[in-house]
């Protein structure tokens, strides 16, 4: 096993603060991994492709039915596609998108997301604008 | 072992040419991080206060630029790294739909070569966190458990033709099945192979014959940048430590220049087969097979 120590010669202070750097860089990392088990939402957790659903985003905003074009404008993801981490990955960037346009007292839509997750049987999300 | 008081600034000369590849493809595959891009849906409420600064974004764009310089040029490219890897990891942080796993990578080899001074553990450690990260969630999913996630990855995601050629001997139940213990078990033996320095080859191996393979089978779905950028931090790893002496001194230019004298000496050690023993002695293979590689992904495929 390798040692800890450094082979170039810094000065001890700098070597001290990039130790401890270095340390929570790593420790925040793996509070990423344990957070993600209690967790549905998977960020910052090493975890590429471990889930992959299909999705299918309605967005009706005053009866009128937001378009392909206009989705992908309001939340920067296609209407219709694939996410490869968690789809509540998907869920939370809706919800970010949709708090900030209430902060800014912009009429609430009414959103569903249906969705497959491996593969299993569809389900729908609905957003809760409160 | 050597020690060298030299390398404040600047990485030694392996090191650079890594991060240089790693700039290279960036440049190719990530242009959104090099023009500075406005916060969108971030991570954590406080980035909306840049949401309307073209000034935010004139200042990302232009300390991204004078990095990309010290790495290009070798100026205090050990900074350069470090601030390069932050500002990736602030972009990230500011825009949900900048965030995935090779982008989060990135971040973390350019900070690490930033601290770097010359003990390889840092990379070594951050490649068994990501290997650990990954295979802890996959063991603890049930769908990973009983094939469920390989079974519909084969059936309905890609159109797998190498494997389809077993689906005619075997049921897709059991094929499903051995591919994800099989990519639990790879993942489990690199968490814990890349901690250990007389394991570098072996683990350097697998990673490309397991990586390399996901990228053939997938079609280059899964994934050219995580396969690229994973292969550098590999290269990151050395086999045994070199004290590096003097490499300050010595330019880009200065080193390409005696590259081209030695070219003869090259071949030699190619012939004789000694070649693959100096870590910077086949840097220029990497090089190769890195354009190679961009010119394919980003321009033909």
């Known amino acids: 096993m390798v040692t800890l120590e450094l082979i170039y010669e810094i000065p001890p202070m700098l070597n001290r603060v990039l130790k401890v750097f270095v340390l929570l860089f790593f420790t925040a990392q793996v509070m990423g991994i344990i957070y993600a088990r209690f967790s549905d939402v998977k960020f910052f957790c090493w975890t590429p492709y471990d889930q992959i659903s299909f999705y299918h985003i309605e967005v009706y905003l005053k009866d009128h039915q937001l378009t392909d074009e206009e989705i992908m404008s309001r939340y920067g993801i296609a209407s219709k596609g694939r996410e490869n981490r968690s789809i509540h990955n998907v869920f939370r960037l809706v919800n970010t998108v949709e708090k900030k346009r209430k902060q800014q007292n912009e009429w609430q839509p009414s959103i569903k997301i249906y969705y497959s997750v491996n593969g299993k049987a569809l389900n729908t999300w609905v957003y809760d604008a409160e | ?301």
Request: aromatic share 22%; net charge positive; hydrophobic share 55%.
């Open chain 2, 1 to 301: 072992m050597m020690l060298n008081r030299g390398h404040q600034f600047n990485l030694p000369m392996y090191e650079s040419h890594i991060a240089l590849l790693l700039l290279i493809f960036s440049i190719f595959f990530k242009t959104k991080f090099f023009y500075g891009t406005y916060p969108f849906a971030p991570f954590i409420d406080f980035f909306w206060i840049f949401e309307p600064g073209v000034g935010y974004r004139i200042l990302l764009g232009g300390i991204t630029f004078l990095c990309c310089l010290g790495i290009v040029f070798r100026k205090m490219n050990r900074i350069a790294c470090f601030i390069l890897g932050l500002i990736i990891l602030w972009i990230i942080l500011s825009n949900q739909l900048f965030y995935s796993t090779n982008n989060l990578l990135l971040a973390c080899l350019f900070i690490l070569l930033g601290v770097y001074r010359g003990n390889d553990l840092i990379f070594r450690i951050q490649l068994s966190i990501l290997y650990f990260g990954s295979s802890i969630s996959k063991i603890l999913e049930t769908d990973w458990r009983n094939g469920t996630y390989f079974n519909n990855f084969i059936t309905q995601v890609y159109d797998l033709s190498l494997i389809n050629i077993l689906l005619d001997f075997i049921s897709v139940f059991w094929v499903a099945l051995f591919f994800s213990w099989f990519v639990i078990g790879i993942e489990i033996s690199l968490c814990v192979l890349v901690l250990f320095r007389r394991f570098t080859f072996a683990s350097r191996l697998i990673a490309l014959v397991f990586h390399g393979g996901m990228l053939i089978i997938s079609g280059g779905e899964l994934s050219v940048p995580y396969f690229y950028i994973l292969m550098c931090a590999f290269l990151l790893l050395q086999s045994k430590i070199e004290g590096k002496v003097n490499e300050d001194a010595q330019s880009w230019f200065d080193f390409f220049i005696d590259y081209f004298k030695t070219l003869r000496i090259h071949f030699l050690k190619l012939w004789k087969g000694t070649y693959f023993q100096n870590n910077t002695s086949y840097i220029y293979i990497y090089y190769f097979f890195a354009l190679i590689y961009i010119i394919y992904f980003r321009f033909i495929n």
